[in-house]
């Protein structure tokens, strides 16, 4: 094991674990495990080694994201959209002066950066804006209606997208960093959710300004098709197959808890355990190749642009989504009572609500619908390895 991933695992027994019922119940942010991420350096780990990050590759993170899932939900999620801005940053910022010194901030001072992409008015298609930059000389200004905002209140800076000018359709979209200093929230909406109830997802009115050097030189049409888009759903279906792993590890004890209660029988639930098992193996095989893929992908921009590869990438979420809800359902189930209440060891009761959110963040049919129409175009492949 990595010693980052050691560094992640203790702070994710010792402090993450400690809080999630808290945090799930006052719907808080984290902000113990946070500290403590922090305090780890953990927030800036694949910022490059020259810029004071360590370097760690997106399979780095990935591990990152699934360790955390399996001691909290919420927090596993802020984390991994962290690292989805961090991602963009460091795949399309190293040319840009601005985004350099950026990423030193991000390193040093451990800052935290959450996204405005969802937007009133638009629904769940985050590849189009109604709100638009206002460039005057080297400065720029903007007002976002976001729906949401994950842990908005603690985030250090921002990454919102806009249309380009007043003037540019509606997909024709740039993403920029903005700093706390230089915005203003105001909020519209609470979030009192079924589950995923720390990330704070609240809604805001985020009105921003700052230099047009801020701007992400590449449109965000490709930052998002490149690395927005496969990295979320990498770092999400991590972290889902890490509360689907905690959920099968507390079934797990529950059967072998009643196998040394009666000696001699196979408890009934050993049988379902068994499918759970072999379900997450396919999670798990489905997120370690599409990491895999990627991997492959970034080194080359031929199968970075390929139909097949961004069907694989919504295939990955549609996917894991889907599976995350089965296999915690399927530990419910093994511990029966024991799992449905909210105070016995083998609760899953956190686990389950928070999976349910897998299937809507970015809504699983328009991820069809898109997958639906790259399909009328995309080859066959009868292939098994690439
Ligand atoms: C825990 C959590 C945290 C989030 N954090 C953030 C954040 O920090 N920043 C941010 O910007 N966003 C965030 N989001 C928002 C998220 O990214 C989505 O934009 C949002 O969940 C989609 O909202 P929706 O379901 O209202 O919209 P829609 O996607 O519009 O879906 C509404 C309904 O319409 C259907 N539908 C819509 N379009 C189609 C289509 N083309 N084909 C078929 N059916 C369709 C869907 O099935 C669904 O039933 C978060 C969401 C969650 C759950």
Redesign the pocket.
């Known amino acids: 094991m990595s010693e980052q991933l050691q560094r992640m695992r203790r702070v994710g027994a010792d402090i993450a674990a400690k809080h999630a019922g808290s945090v799930d119940a006052e719907a808080r942010f984290p902000h113990e495990a946070f500290a403590a991420l922090k305090a780890e350096k953990l927030l800036g780990v694949m910022v490059p080694t020259e810029l004071g990050g360590a370097g760690a590759s997106i399979s780095e993170v990935v591990a990152l994201c699934h360790a955390l899932g399996q001691y909290c939900g919420s927090t596993a ?1 802020i984390f991994a ?1 962290h690292q989805i801005q961090v991602a963009c940053l460091v795949r399309h910022g190293l040319q840009s002066e601005w985004h350099r010194a950026f990423m030193r901030r991000l390193t040093s001072e451990q800052l935290l950066l ?5 937007e009133a008015g638009i ?4 590849r189009s804006s109604i709100c638009a930059m206002e460039v005057q000389g080297a400065r720029f200004k903007l007002s976002k209606n ?5 842990y908005g209140a603690d985030s250090d800076a921002i990454m919102v997208t806009a249309r380009r000018t007043a003037e540019s359709p509606a997909s024709d979209q740039v993403i920029v960093p903005i700093l706390k200093s230089d915005y203003r929230l105001e909020q519209t909406s609470t979030w009192d959710t079924l589950g ?1 109830r720390g ?1 704070c ?1 609240i809604g805001y009115w985020l009105h921003g300004a700052g230099d047009v050097a801020q701007i992400m030189p590449l449109p965000y049409a490709d930052i998002s098709a490149q690395t927005m888009l496969p990295t979320s759903h990498l770092t999400w279906s991590s972290l889902w197959l890490g509360i689907a792993t905690d959920a099968v590890a507390r079934a797990r004890a529950f059967v072998r808890a009643e196998a040394r209660r009666k000696a001699g029988t196979v408890p009934p639930g050993a049988l379902r355990l068994a499918e759970a098992v072999n379900l997450l193996q396919l999670m798990k095989s489905n997120v370690v190749a599409a990491a895999r893929q990627y991997e492959a992908a970034l080194a080359s921009p031929e199968l970075l642009t390929a139909l097949s590869f961004a069907v694989a990438m919504n295939n990955l979420k549609t996917g894991t989504s889907q599976m995350a809800v089965q296999v915690v359902n399927h530990a419910l189930l093994i511990c029966g009572i024991s799992g449905y209440r909210n105070d016995s060891d083998y609760s899953v009761c956190r686990h389950l609500r928070d999976a349910h ?1 897998a299937a ?7 991820i ?2 898109n997958t639906a129409n790259l399909l009328l175009v995309l080859k066959d492949d009868p292939g098994l390895f690439p």
């Open positions: 999620m959209m959450g996204s405005a992409t969802s629904g769940g298609d985050v976001a729906t949401v905002i994950s995923m990330t997802s959110s809507l963040m970015v809504s699983n049919d328009r069809l619908a």
